[in-house]
């Protein structure tokens, strides 16, 4: 399972938006979905990390499973307890077991090991590193706003050259696609390591997979968690599998990455608005395009311009 089921969609926004440089998607009707490492915030699906800490998601976990058993009202130290305390609880460290010390794990790394806190936080540092990896390798994101505003124009439409692209929320392919809202917190999704246990978003990871370099899941949350100065983007995102793209594209990335491209039907997208900064002829060519191809027809097309109390729009029909 690649992604945890937490994090069930929502409800819909009123509207969905897309800013972007440029009309590509009107020659194929593909868009692209970006990997975590293509996105423009340096802190995109990276998990925290807690040692010898409990996270609130190991806790909420512990809860659930406290309900499900028939407990209700459990503190927080009788969830620890109950359902976070590994037993044995005694581990083979370096004071216990002064003899197996320094210990070896080739598959962390060469140098050896003085302690059992020095071991579980390397381990957890490398399922951190395969977190971030696997993301990057298996999901893509298509971000869509709900917010209408200059900000967004100046940050992601190539400061008003570009478009902003209408799409109709009600649309069945967002009912098989479900957006979900971004969270803004400035908490992490927790990946933790408490006596030996690896947990990642409340979920047990297995430590042998890690020393494999394998992770089986990455929680959904991971994917729809912001810093809180990002708010004013009002973002919502739909996911996909990066190996289900229609298309894959090489040598056009300025990261040198793979551009994962998947198709969104034409009756999803309502309409576009051009930046009051657009270039006429950019906008001629893409009305040519409208009008030629039977699938773009239903379109409405404004342009933005400015004038002596602001932005107007006015609708382009040439």
């Known amino acids: 399972m690649i992604i945890s089921e937490a994090g069930k969609g929502m409800n819909r926004p009123d509207r969905l938006l897309k800013y972007t440089p440029n009309l590509k998607f009107l020659d194929n009707g593909l868009f692209r979905f970006s990997q975590p490492a293509a996105l423009n915030d340096a802190y995109e699906a990276l998990p925290g990390l807690l040692v ?6 190991d806790l909420a976990a512990a809860k659930a499973r406290s309900v499900r058993d028939g407990f209700r009202g459990m503190s927080d130290n009788e969830l620890v307890a109950r359902y976070l305390t590994p037993f044995p609880a005694h581990r083979m460290d370096e004071k216990s077991f002064p003899g197996l010390w320094p210990f070896r794990q080739p598959a962390l790394r060469e140098e050896p090991f003085e302690s059992l806190d020095e071991y579980d936080k390397v381990l957890a540092e490398r399922a951190v590193e395969l977190a ?10 298509f971000s869509l706003t709900e917010n ?11 400061n008003h050259q570009g478009v902003c692209i209408a799409f109709d929320p009600q649309n069945e392919y967002f009912a098989a696609n479900h957006p979900e809202p971004i969270l803004y917190t400035n908490q ?3 990946l933790t390591i408490n006596q030996g246990w690896v947990r990642f978003g409340g979920d047990t990871v297995d430590k042998a997979s890690i020393l494999r370099g394998e992770l089986g899941f990455l929680p959904k949350e991971l994917f729809l968690r912001k ?34 491209l998947f198709e969104i039907p034409a009756n999803a997208i309502s309409g576009i608005t051009f930046g009051w900064r657009a270039d006429d002829a950019a906008i001629r060519q893409a009305m040519q395009t409208i009008r030629k191809d039977a699938r773009w027809k239903h379109l409405w097309v404004r342009r933005r ?14």
């Open 188 to 190: 992490p999704v927790q």
């Open 132 to 141: 971030k990896a696997f993301a990057n390798r298996t999901i893509g994101i």
């Open 227 to 260: 810093q809180l100065p990002w708010q004013y983007e009002q973002e919502w995102r739909v996911m996909k599998l990066l190996s289900d793209a229609k298309e894959i594209l090489t040598g056009i990335d300025p990261m040198e990455l793979p551009v994962y």
């Open 148 to 158: 209408y505003h200059e900000t967004m124009w100046a940050h992601y439409a190539n």
């Open 305 to 318: 311009t400015r004038s002596l109390t602001g932005v107007i729009e006015e609708e382009v029909t040439g």
């Open 52 to 57: 010898n800490a409990y996270s609130n998601e």
